[in-house]
């Protein structure tokens, strides 16, 4: 398999000593645009709205007497920011928090955002979470499930013509804890469920998993496979309203949830899943 050409200098998949002190120049940013170009989305012209959710379990420093503290950190990028972060680079930046002092917890949330921040291009939302918070405790996607339809598979690469609609207007919430996609560098399986909401012509169900299954042995970040999914939706169905929601189960310390909407749509209420 070969490195994309934006991985070039990437830490993911090489060998790296774990820093031990502070460094922000760890985070290895990806511009968006190299890979929304071959959907068709235009930067600028973005046909959707969105955040990238991302939770990180390994978040540690030390305060200003050396006593380590430990916190579960959230933080949440705009889709429209120029730049994605490369994961392995942020797990070695946030790695780099455990053997500094921090004077306040307000300083780590500070720094957080700043150094995110500058990397992605915009500003980013940082929170910082007790181990014990209780909206970190699993939850059902809401709708119907799919999973459970008895069909063939034979194609494992996603296919738009599995996407087919009938006149009539529903408005309807569907998930599926199929999905699978591989990392673009090392080929590592990422698993995960996805939401669907919409309000438009009726997707055939068993189409729909199809397609959702044809991201099996498909390679992207997540957050592309999502837009990926939302644009293939809106191309074949036209829906009125849109949103597709993924919630990637954790690797590395490290789990991502993307979601893409039309304008004036929200994911639920903050949610994760038992996988997570």
Not at 5 to 30: F, H, K, M, V, W
Not at 37 to 51: D, R
Not at 173 to 181: A, D, N, V
Request: glycine letters at 6%.
């Amino acid at each position: 398999m070969q490195r994309p050409e934006t991985l070039a200098n990437a830490p993911l998949g090489r060998e790296s000593a774990y820093p031990e002190q502070y460094d922000a120049a760890l985070l290895y940013p990806i511009p968006r645009a190299a890979n929304r170009g071959p959907l068709g989305i235009e930067e600028g012209a973005l046909p959707f709205v969105g955040e990238d959710e991302w939770h990180a379990f390994e978040v540690s420093w030390l305060n200003a007497r050396g006593k380590p503290l430990v916190a579960v950190a959230r933080f949440r990028l705009p889709a429209d920011s120029p730049n994605l972060i490369e994961s392995k680079s942020w797990k070695l930046y946030l790695n780099s928090f455990n053997q500094t002092r921090f004077a306040s917890r307000g300083e780590v949330i500070t720094t957080l955002e700043r150094d995110l921040g500058a990397a992605a291009g915009a500003a980013v939302e940082v929170a910082l979470l007790g181990v014990e918070d209780e909206t970190l405790s699993p939850r059902p996607l809401p709708g119907e499930c799919l999973d459970d339809l008895d069909i063939a598979i034979d194609d494992y690469t996603p296919s738009a013509r599995h996407l087919v609609v009938s006149d009539e207007i529903v408005e309807e919430t569907l998930h599926s804890h199929l999905l699978k996609s591989n990392c673009p560098v090392t080929g590592q399986p990422d698993w995960g469920s996805v939401l669907i909401r919409y309000r438009g012509p009726k997707l055939d169900r068993e189409g729909l998993l199809r397609y959702l299954i044809g991201y099996r042995q498909h390679q992207d970040f997540h957050e592309h496979c999502v837009e990926h999914i939302f644009t293939d939706l809106m191309a074949q169905a036209r829906p009125e309203k849109l949103l597709v929601l993924a919630r990637y189960v954790r690797r590395g310390g490290l789990d991502i949830s993307p979601w893409r909407a039309t304008p004036g749509e929200r994911p639920p209420a903050p949610l994760r899943l038992a996988r997570q």
